[in-house]
């Protein structure tokens, strides 16, 4: 879904990470995305959102433990939008392994 709204998006790896909130009880996937766009930052948080919805998250359910889907906008162009997200030791750690393509 994320390939169709921002052609040319490329992936990470993936890592695992424990849950900071006592609410969750399992690892979480985490996975860097980069792309170039048009979009504003609200434009972008708002097409992101909508994907989550799309797979199935709902507003209640990080109330509940329940995470299906959780995309966030961390950076855009020099900008971190999210300093202490930005922060975390697993996305540091994928920040070495992003191999954007080669021109």
């Known amino acids: 879904m994320l390939t169709r709204l921002f052609p ?3 992936f990470s790896e993936s890592v695992l990470s424990e ?6 009880s399992f690892l979480f996937r985490n996975v860097l995305a ?3 766009t048009d979009y504003s930052p609200v434009e972008v948080i708002d097409k992101i959102k909508q994907t989550e919805r799309a797979v ?6 990080k ?8 995309i966030d906008l961390i950076r855009y162009n020099d900008e971190i939008l999210r300093p ?3 922060q975390r030791e697993y996305l540091q750690q994928l920040l070495t392994t992003f191999t954007p393509p080669v021109d």
Do not use: C, L, N, T
């Open 8 to 10: 040319g998006i490329i």
């Open 56 to 61: 199935g998250r709902s507003p209640r359910d």
């Open 63 to 70: 109330y509940i433990g329940k995470v299906i889907i959780d």
């Open 19 to 24: 849950p900071d909130d006592e609410r969750y």
């Open 34 to 36: 980069m792309a170039e």
């Open 84 to 86: 202490e997200d930005f």
